[in-house]
């Protein structure tokens, strides 16, 4: 996988991969890059701070529909989060969320969750109906606690966690959220299930066993503790995202939202500072514009766009420098890196073949 990735203050992004459609796909119309139906699904991504405020993020690969009918899918290499020492080092070595699959002696899970492969998926249809699915088990640890196991470090677990959206047209947008168990590191020190939020009612928790997501001078694990909120993502200003992430005149977006503030304290149990994260878990949106007609065909929606059996990857090109800023409701990251996708690949082919025949004809 191809990425470039440009660093300004505190933030690092990661770009979109791109697996373009098949050369058969290539001779259709592809839809408008700027204003045309277009999906994306994220795995997870995290902002360390306030909302509004400055602060470390890290977004891993986001896949983005292609320009043609086909599917852009999350390679399998990702399973954590941060999964390398750069990505480490943008907001702190004390987190890790485990994306499904996992090895035996590195379970982060409690006992009779399988290990499995996430299913990441931003789809353009055959009938132009955009759709996006992210579906895995997530599993949330501390190693700050420094436990002789992964699963005894672990804080928060979403088993058959699912979002979903389908924009098959203006008036027909669907977005689902959902989840098969909720585990959650009790008082007693095991990790029990608790009832899955229903709606928009989400779950709070407080004084959990939790640390700050980086190192925190004179912080103390036995006092510091945190409060979690567990919610659906319900808005697209929710979501942390690039700028290229973008919406439309119609969007629809779903995903779960965890919101920590740690309270961090000394070995004497004196306030220090609080810390902000907010951690987007299975982030996916879909949109098309005003007077957008799916063409004739399935509209059943769902990821079942085919990739293409030789798969193009299209690599990002760098654009200029980012913003060190974000924008008002701090759910943006600006992103220098630019994106290339599918049909600008195919775009360039013809004009090339095109110019050819050309001078063949002069």
């Known amino acids: 996988m191809t990425r470039f990735a440009t660093k300004a203050a505190a933030l690092t992004a990661v770009v979109f991969p791109l697996v373009g459609v ?9 839809v408008d890059e700027k204003t045309g139906p277009v999906s994306f699904a994220n795995i997870a991504s995290v902002r360390i701070g306030a909302e509004g405020q400055r602060g470390g993020a890290l977004i891993t690969e986001t896949q983005r529909s292609p320009l043609l009918p086909g599917q852009s899918k999350l390679g399998t290499d990702r399973v954590t989060v941060p999964k390398d ?8 070595g004390h987190y890790q969320i485990d994306l499904g699959r996992y090895s035996a002696s590195q379970n982060p899970y409690p006992p009779g969750v399988a290990s499995r492969d996430h299913n990441v998926v931003a789809a353009l249809q055959a009938t132009t109906v955009p759709t996006a699915v ?10 700050w606690q420094g436990a002789a196991k ?3 470090n672990t804080v928060l677990v979403l088993e058959g966690a699912k979002s979903a959206v389908d924009c098959t047209g203006p ?5 689902t959220t959902s989840l098969a168990r909720l585990w959650v590191r009790q008082s007693d020190g095991t990790l029990g299930i608790v ?12 004084n959990l066993k939790l640390g700050p997501p980086g190192d925190i001078t004179n912080a103390d694990k036995a006092t510091t503790v945190s409060d979690l909120k567990l919610t659906r993502v319900a808005t697209f200003d929710q979501l942390i995202r690039q700028d290229g992430w ?11 939202r965890v919101e920590i503030t740690t309270h961090v304290k000394d070995a004497q149990g004196a306030a220090l500072q609080d810390v902000r994260t907010n951690i987007v878990l299975g982030g996916v949106s879909c949109s098309v514009p005003k007077g957008f007609v799916a063409k004739a065909g399935n509209q059943s929606g769902g990821t079942t766009a085919s990739q293409a059996a030789v798969p193009t990857q299209v690599p990002a090109g760098y654009l200029g420098a980012a913003a060190p800023a974000t924008d008002g409701d701090g759910s943006r990251v600006p992103l220098g890196v630019g994106l290339l996708f599918g049909g600008v690949f195919f775009a360039a082919v013809a004009l090339l073949l095109g110019r050819r025949r050309k001078t063949g004809t002069d």
Not at 246 to 256: C, E, M, N, S
């Open 85 to 92: 020492d750069g990505e480490r080092a943008t907001f702190g």
């Open 150 to 152: 992964p699963v005894d």
């Open 246 to 256: 973008r919406g439309g005149d119609f969007t629809a977006v779903a995903g779960w």
């Open 171 to 175: 008036a027909k947008l669907t977005a």
């Open 22 to 30: 098949g050369l058969a796909g290539a001779q259709t119309q592809a």
């Open 134 to 143: 992210a579906e895995t088990n997530y599993a949330l640890r501390d190693v």
């Open 195 to 206: 009832p899955v939020p229903g709606g928009t009612a989400g779950l709070q928790l407080t």
